[in-house]
T-cell receptor, first 114, second 113 residues
Framework: GNSVTQMEGPVTLSEEAFLTINCTYT??????LFWYVQYPGEGLQLLLK?????DKGSNKGFEATYRKETTSFHLEKGSVQVSDSAVYFC?????????????FGQGTRLTINP | EAGVAQSPRYKIIEKRQSVAFWCNPI?????LYWYQQILGQGPKLLIQ????????DSQLPKDRFSAERLKGVDSTLKIQPAKLEDSAVYLC???????????FGPGTRLTVL
């Protein structure tokens, strides 16, 4: 079945560092890809998405490009802030059985130190 | 616009007891999802409703879990009897229609002792 694999965490960086969180997927067909973020004490929020190959999703300084050839959707940010500390989930949309569900990776906890 | 509401936020029970969670989706959202998030893992879909009908419940342990959305608005997820491995955060999400952005509630953290 479809699946998502994220880099192992946790990840700890200093403020203004460059961030990459790796995400690869296995899927039949052409799923949409997503990054969700979960801030402490809050629910999951959609951070960005891409619906087809070579699309770039971006939001709040974060970017990810849908790479079909490498089945990847890595999350990047050029200069992280303390407020970016959260758990990040990569996900794909699975349209099996006529439904539309999200398949998530295991999450990567990011901590940014001042 | 109000977000997805869930209650309770926390619940502690002993194994073999029963428990119920409630979700009220965003007004007008036809599609409602229940996910289970075990510590250290990503959320896993348990059941998806379209209005008051079940679209996908292939990963719902039907011997102990049940869910309903009788009037196509709010929904209840029940576990009876609970097992230790049911300890998790139960997330409810809703979307205007399947394939549209899903909005998540804050979740209910269940601890089974």
């Amino acid at each position: 079945g479809n699946s998502v694999t994220q880099m192992e965490g946790p990840v700890t960086l200093s403020e203004e560092a460059f961030l990459t969180i790796n995400c690869t997927y296995t899927a039949t067909g052409y799923p949409s890809l997503f990054w969700y973020v979960q801030y402490p004490g809050e629910g999951l929020q959609l951070l960005l998405k891409a619906t087809k190959a070579d699309d770039k999703g971006s939001n709040k300084g974060f970017e990810a490009t849908y790479r079909k050839e490498t089945t990847s959707f890595h999350l990047e940010k050029g200069s992280v802030q303390v407020s970016d500390s959260a758990v990040y989930f990569c996900a794909l949309s699975d349209t099996g059985q006529g439904a539309q569900k999200l398949v998530f990776g295991q999450g990567t906890r990011l901590t940014i130190n001042p | 616009e109000a977000g997805v509401a869930q209650s309770p936020r926390y619940k502690i029970i002993e194994k073999r007891q029963s428990v119920a969670f409630w979700c009220n989706p965003i007004s007008g959202h036809a599609t409602l999802y229940w996910y289970q998030q075990i510590l250290g893992q990503g959320p896993k879909l348990l059941i998806q409703f379209q209005n008051n009908g079940v679209v996908d419940d292939s990963q719902l342990p039907k011997d102990r879990f049940s869910a309903e959305r009788l009037k196509g608005v709010d929904s209840t997820l029940k576990i009876q009897p609970a097992k230790l491995e049911d300890s998790a955060v139960y997330l409810c999400a809703s979307s205007l229609y399947p394939g549209n952005e899903q909005f998540f509630g804050p979740g209910t953290r269940l601890t089974v002792l």
